[in-house]
């Protein structure tokens, strides 16, 4: 028992001169309950995974939290959805070889369609974990565009007001994007199709 009170000493005198963590900006607060829903579905959708979604509204509001103000003028949600779209697409990209499926996204996979048939249920994942990879191997702003687009049910002027471009911008990263993606993943789609 004196060996541990020696122990704790060192340690409980490092502490007392730690300073207090400061409190988050009440603007923080405020920005998080009003759009910690959207985030977490933003990320949800880009990555497929509930525990991802978390680490996604995680960085997205420590990196504001790092700031030294905080000023989303002129639209916060704008803000706050392309920097969810951003940091998933991020994650998406760091991952490493070894994927994992998460329990969550089996069980959503048989509560929506219980007649498919395991192998049919290991091809819906396998296609979405691929469509996944081969987004986040665009560009930045396509894969942005992508994301907006086909995850989130965005419009091409909705998408190019976002994101300060032209709709024809928007429609022709689009087109690039899509074939690009029917390129990676179409050997994937022949083998299945022909079966």
Same mark, same amino acid.
């Given at each position: *028992?004196? #060996? &541990?009170?020696?122990?704790?000493?060192?340690?409980?005198?490092?502490?007392?001169?730690?300073?207090?963590?400061?409190?988050?900006?009440?603007?923080?607060?405020?920005?998080? %309950?009003?759009?910690? &829903?959207?985030?977490? %579905?933003?990320?949800?959708?880009?990555?497929?995974?509930?525990?991802?979604?978390?680490?996604?509204?995680?960085?997205?509001?420590?990196?504001?939290?790092?700031? !030294?103000?905080?000023?989303?003028?002129?639209?916060?949600?704008?803000? +706050?959805?392309?920097?969810?779209?951003?940091?998933?697409?991020?994650?998406?990209?760091? %991952?490493?070889?070894? =994927?994992?499926?998460?329990?969550?996204?089996?069980?959503? /996979?048989?509560?929506?369609?219980?007649?498919?048939?395991? !192998?049919?249920?290991?091809? /819906?994942?396998?296609?979405?974990?691929?469509?996944?990879?081969?987004?986040?191997?665009? #560009?930045?702003?396509?894969?942005? *565009?992508?994301?907006?687009?086909?995850?989130?049910?965005?419009?091409?002027?909705?998408?190019?007001?976002? *994101? #300060?471009?032209?709709? *024809?911008?928007?429609?022709?990263?689009?087109? $690039?994007? %899509?074939?690009? +993606? $029917? =390129?990676?993943? #179409?050997?994937?789609?022949? =083998?299945?199709?022909?079966?």
């Amino acid at each position: *028992m004196c #060996g &541990d009170n020696l122990k704790e000493e060192p340690v409980l005198a490092a502490v007392t001169h730690l300073k207090p963590l400061p409190e988050p900006p009440k603007e923080l607060e405020r920005l998080f %309950r009003e759009h910690n &829903d959207l985030i977490f %579905r933003t990320a949800y959708r880009v990555t497929g995974s509930a525990e991802d979604a978390e680490d996604v509204l995680q960085t997205v509001f420590l990196r504001l939290a790092r700031r !030294a103000e905080i000023d989303l003028a002129p639209s916060p949600a704008s803000y +706050l959805h392309r920097a969810a779209v951003n940091a998933s697409l991020d994650l998406v990209r760091s %991952r490493t070889a070894a =994927k994992r499926v998460a329990l969550e996204d089996v069980e959503s /996979d048989l509560k929506e369609n219980p007649a498919l048939n395991p !192998a049919s249920k290991h091809e /819906d994942r396998e296609l979405r974990k691929l469509i996944q990879q081969a987004v986040a191997r665009l #560009g930045a702003s396509a894969a942005e *565009m992508f994301v907006l687009r086909y995850f989130e049910g965005y419009g091409n002027s909705e998408i190019a007001e976002l *994101m #300060g471009t032209s709709q *024809m911008v928007v429609a022709v990263t689009l087109h $690039r994007s %899509r074939a690009r +993606l $029917r =390129k990676e993943i #179409g050997n994937y789609l022949e =083998k299945y199709h022909e079966a």
